[in-house]
């Protein structure tokens, strides 16, 4: 009788868990399955791996330990972007573009360099997470924007300034890609419109790039990052074709391809843009790759089956890239996702990362990892 009633509450247990989707997923441990961590597999396709930072990870132990464990590349969640490395003050007091970093960029930079972590620059000129008085007389936003010639100054000011301040804090040799723009195109193939447009004029996007390359070292290379870029292929190819200086030579050496996926988008799709990207003989990065669950407006539940889709799509995906890169179809020297854990993704509620919340590993790593048995096959 008592046997009975523990097996009824046992499989009563089962099917509430399972039917709430928050089941448990235990996977063999990285070192159970293998000897190699993440870095060593890109390496042998020639490609560094990184992931996004913060704070958040550099001040805790077990991801920071992580990080340096897996990764040989960082890039700034934030603390790089022009909302954190403007100093608004400043400017307003000297009347012009003054950038500086935060405690949070320099504490990161730091790290960086004493674990030989290489970095990508992310971002330089961008519609959004940009202070809105840079566009305004005075560096005061009840005043009105100011013209062309003064906004292109201080374009050229924030260009300059980034790289003279990263030489200045002796973090310049670190650095090996940088967003020059970031997310100018729709994806009906017009430009987005925003502040750059207004004040400059469309060909914000040409002056950005001319001067990146007047004042970035020849080790840094220029990218133009963008997202739904699977459905913007055929623009962003006829755009990077107008980035070049009098000569005919490229202002631009990238495109970085941000890969903000969904299981329910289609691999063998997102490789066919990459296919057209490269056709430009630019290269190519993958800059901040998740995969979530379900699609946009639906997300699913971390359950064992949505997990091994993930698991899936990444080794296609990953195995696409491998495939391009290893016959020289294309050139990407970098895979870059957008965060490692679930618990501190910026899209946690989709599950999109390699390890879930406690850093245990998922399908998703060992897709990444291109070890297929484990991947969710
Ligand atoms: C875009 C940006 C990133 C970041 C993500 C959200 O992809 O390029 O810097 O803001 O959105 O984290």
Redesign the pocket.
Known sequence: MKKKLLLSIFLIMTVILSGCGTEKVVLPSQKEVTDKTIKDVFAEHGMKVGT?VSSAVKNDEKMQALVLEQFNSITM??AM?PDYTLNHDKSMAEGKIVVEFNSEALSLLGWAKNNNLAVRG??LI?Y??TPECIFHEGFDTNNAFVGREEMLTRMESMIRGMFEELENQGYLSLFYAF?VI??AWMEDGTIRKNHWTETIGDDYLKYAFYYADKYAPETIDLYY?D?NEQYKADTLSTFVNTLKDENGRYLIDGIGL?A?LFTSDDVAGYLAAVDILAETGLKLEI??LDIGLGKYQNPQPATDTHLKEQGRFCYELIKGLFERADSGKINMDAVTF?GFSDGIS??REYSPQLYDSELNPKYFLYGAMQIREHSGY
């Open positions: 996004c969640e934030n972007k992310h971002t961008w959004s997470q967003d970031n997310e990052n997202y941000q903000h800059t901040e957008w910026w899209r």
